[in-house]
């Protein structure tokens, strides 16, 4: 059985080269089990930064260059994948193959990692979601003075239940499919507070004041991938703001601080291991 799949597999690499190894794709993966925005990105970031059509694959299966970018999905390399922004979720987690080129990381905590189990890594940092402003940047009324972006696992939290119907504050579903409605929905506040980190690094990318919230110990991680990125823009954040039962609304309004991010977006599209179309190069 473990012969024929094996078999198997190699005749479906085979046929994704005859229809898909071309110039004009790239090959690459992200996390697609659950819809959730952070994931949903990929392929729409990098085909409107690139001008080239995307086709999903798997590195495990995939014997053949392949593409790692948004996500906390830099477990699943392997000796074929090219890594551009990526991240681990955990300090435990590790690549089983050492990647082909690692181009940029998330942030200083996954190259650490990478670092601890010799696999070389340069200090070039960032999310790919960072540069969401040149592909899409609307202008948008601010309707809300507070947008609430709870991670997939949170969606259902009673806490949420009490603003359904307050003018001021808009609940954000980070699962929705529209990558660019989703971001228009952002653009709509004043502020986000987040218990999604790609709520945060959107919130961010636009220059709205965020806020990292923590709804249940179900978000997995243990909080490494967004201390991951608040150090790759150096924001002090080191602890989330713990939601409780009854936490009041005013303590979210207080609990946010004037900052700007501070990272050099050129490193990392100078990084990328495809080209740019010249629009987008600063």
Same mark, same amino acid.
């Given at each position: @059985?473990?012969?024929?799949?094996?078999?198997?597999?190699?005749?479906?690499?085979?046929?994704?080269? &005859?229809?898909?190894?071309?110039?004009?794709?790239?090959? /690459?993966?992200?996390?697609?089990?659950?819809?959730?925005?952070?994931?949903?990105?990929?392929?729409?970031?990098?085909?409107? *930064? +690139? $001008?080239?059509?995307?086709? &999903?694959?798997?590195?495990?299966?995939?014997?053949?260059?392949?593409?790692? !970018?948004?996500?906390?999905?830099?477990?699943?390399?392997?000796?074929?994948?090219?890594?551009? $922004?990526?991240?681990?979720?955990?300090?435990?987690?590790?690549?089983?193959?050492?990647?082909?080129?690692?181009? !940029?990381?998330? $942030?200083?905590?996954?190259?650490?990692? /990478?670092?601890?189990?010799?696999?070389?890594?340069?200090?070039?940092?960032?999310?790919?979601?960072?540069?969401?402003? @040149?592909?899409?940047?609307?202008?948008?009324?601010?309707?809300?003075? *507070?947008?609430?972006?709870?991670?997939?696992?949170?969606?259902?939290?009673?806490?949420?239940?009490?603003?359904?119907?307050?003018?001021?504050?808009?609940?954000?579903?980070?699962?929705?499919?529209?990558?660019?409605?989703?971001?228009?929905?952002?653009?709509?506040?004043?502020?986000?507070?987040? =218990?999604? *980190?790609?709520?945060?690094? +959107?919130?961010?990318?636009? =220059?709205?004041?965020?806020?990292?919230?923590? &709804?249940?110990? %179900?978000?997995?991680?243990?909080?490494?991938?967004?201390?991951?990125?608040?150090?790759?823009?150096? %924001?002090?954040? =080191?602890?989330? *703001?713990?939601?409780?039962?009854? +936490?009041?609304? =005013?303590?979210?309004?207080?609990?946010?601080?004037?900052?700007?991010?501070?990272?050099?977006?050129?490193?990392?599209?100078?990084?990328?291991?495809? +080209?740019?179309?010249?629009? &987008?190069?600063?």
């Amino acid at each position: @059985m473990k012969k024929i799949k094996i078999k198997i597999k190699a005749f479906t690499n085979k046929i994704l080269d &005859f229809y898909f190894n071309d110039e004009d794709y790239i090959k /690459l993966f992200w996390f697609n089990g659950t819809k959730n925005f952070g994931d949903l990105l990929n392929p729409v970031l990098l085909k409107e *930064l +690139t $001008g080239k059509k995307i086709k &999903f694959v798997k590195p495990k299966y995939y014997h053949h260059t392949n593409f790692l !970018a948004v996500g906390s999905i830099l477990d699943v390399a392997s000796k074929d994948s090219i890594v551009w $922004g990526s991240g681990f979720i955990n300090d435990e987690k590790k690549c089983y193959q050492t990647p082909k080129k690692i181009c !940029a990381v998330r $942030g200083p905590k996954t190259r650490e990692v /990478l670092l601890s189990q010799g696999i070389d890594c340069p200090e070039v940092y960032g999310d790919p979601g960072l540069l969401l402003p @040149m592909i899409y940047n609307p202008k948008k009324e601010k309707k809300y003075k *507070l947008g609430i972006i709870p991670h997939y696992v949170d969606k259902n939290n009673p806490w949420l239940s009490q603003f359904e119907s307050d003018e001021n504050i808009k609940i954000i579903d980070i699962q929705n499919e529209n990558v660019f409605a989703f971001i228009d929905e952002v653009l709509s506040c004043e502020k986000i507070a987040s =218990s999604s *980190l790609h709520g945060i690094i +959107t919130a961010d990318a636009y =220059s709205i004041p965020s806020l990292w919230l923590e &709804f249940s110990d %179900r978000v997995v991680g243990n909080g490494f991938k967004f201390l991951d990125y608040f150090l790759s823009v150096n %924001r002090i954040d =080191s602890k989330p *703001l713990i939601i409780k039962d009854d +936490t009041d609304i =005013s303590k979210l309004y207080s609990s946010f601080y004037d900052y700007k991010i501070d990272i050099d977006l050129n490193k990392l599209l100078k990084a990328a291991p495809f +080209t740019i179309k010249n629009t &987008f190069k600063f």
